[in-house]
């Protein structure tokens, strides 16, 4: 009996010290993402920046900083590429701007920061995270914010700086299309035909863990390409595209007016806290919920134990996680 027991303890022990432990994940945005539309070349460039993101982010939780400033690493390299629309390479509204929205949350206060409508911003998620430490505000939108961050020694640059070619070229066929179609057959249930040629969203968010057992998220997006001007997402909104609590953190990309309309995230942490699911049902029931009611996306979500959850109803996602170990693991598609 006494060996059986000792069997069974050194069994459960591997088992649990083989489970891994996630200390940061992080996204690239959802959309059509597949294999057939994408080339060898576009595809090992997403994988070294989402590897360079992570590691940079790693980086922070080893040095024994906090959650805050890992997410921020990870979401400013990204920022920095084009390859994603947040930042460098956001996507345009219909009147040809880059407007940027990103939102910070840290777990541990529920403090929380972020900016909505900002065209001068070199890095939305430093603004984000000036709201939530040095101001008494949550969100700030548009001049305003734009003011405060030049007042925070934030870097600023001229609003061409986030222009590329890609994103500009993309709202060119949309406008086109939109020509031929009715503005007014358009409603929250229906994503205007003028969206269609753009679905690889390509929002960027990350998830930490630090050594202090504390959570942060983070989200940063030029939107939706052709959203209409002052139109503002899910991601700076708490609660909607981003949120952390001490039990979970998460990220979300997608259709943003069903990530708001069913405030995903802060329902993902409900369903922990009051249900007391795991983390991978209570993401999965998340994005049901949204594909049951006509949107789409994804999200990642992070708790306490490490445990990860990277639900899509998408094609694909960029997506990656990083172990306590260091070890990097990178998906796109389904
Ligand atoms: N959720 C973002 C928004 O609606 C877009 C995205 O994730 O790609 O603004």
């Known amino acids: 009996m006494q060996k059986l027991c000792i069997v069974l303890l050194i069994f459960i022990n591997t088992f649990f010290s083989a489970q891994k432990k996630y200390v ?32 940079a982010g790693y980086a922070e939780i080893m040095k024994g900083k906090s959650s805050v400033d890992a997410v921020a690493a990870a979401i400013i390299i990204m920022e920095d590429s084009p390859l994603f629309n947040a930042g460098k390479g956001a996507v345009f509204t219909s009147d040809g701007k880059n407007e940027l929205d990103a939102a910070i949350m840290f777990g541990k206060d529920k403090s929380a920061g972020a900016i909505a409508g900002v065209h001068t911003v070199k890095n939305p998620i430093k603004a984000a995270i000036a709201v939530m430490k040095n101001s008494e505000h949550v969100m700030m939108i ?35 299309k939109e020509a031929l179609k009715n503005p007014l057959k358009t409603s929250q249930n229906h994503l205007p035909e003028s969206y269609e040629v753009d679905q690889k969203f390509g929002t960027v968010g990350a998830v930490a863990l630090d050594k202090d057992g504390n959570i942060a998220a983070g989200t940063s997006t030029g939107g939706m390409t052709n959203k209409k001007f002052g139109r503002i997402g899910d991601a700076p909104i708490i609660g909607a595209g981003t949120y952390a609590n001490t039990q979970v953190g998460i990220s979300a990309t997608g259709w943003g007016e069903f990530f708001i309309r069913t405030t995903a995230a802060r329902t993902l942490a409900a369903k922990m806290e009051y249900q007391n699911k795991d ?5 999965g029931e998340v994005i049901a919920e949204i594909e049951k009611m006509g949107g789409d996306g994804g999200l990642i979500a992070l708790d306490k134990d490490g445990n990860i959850a990277m639900p899509f109803n998408t094609a694909g996602m960029y997506r990656g996680a990083v172990t306590e170990n260091g070890h990097v693991e990178i998906e796109i598609y389904k």
Do not use: C
């Open 142 to 176: 548009g001049e305003g914010a734009e003011i405060f961050a030049r007042e925070q020694g934030l870097e600023i640059v001229n609003p061409d700086y986030f222009w590329t070619k890609d994103r500009w070229e993309i709202l060119q066929k949309l406008k086109q």
């Open 279 to 283: 983390i991978k049902s209570a993401a």
């Open 24 to 55: 940061l994940v992080l996204h690239g945005g959802a959309g059509t993402i597949t294999r057939e539309n994408m080339t060898a070349e576009k595809e090992k460039a997403y994988r070294a920046k989402l590897t360079e993101a992570l590691k």
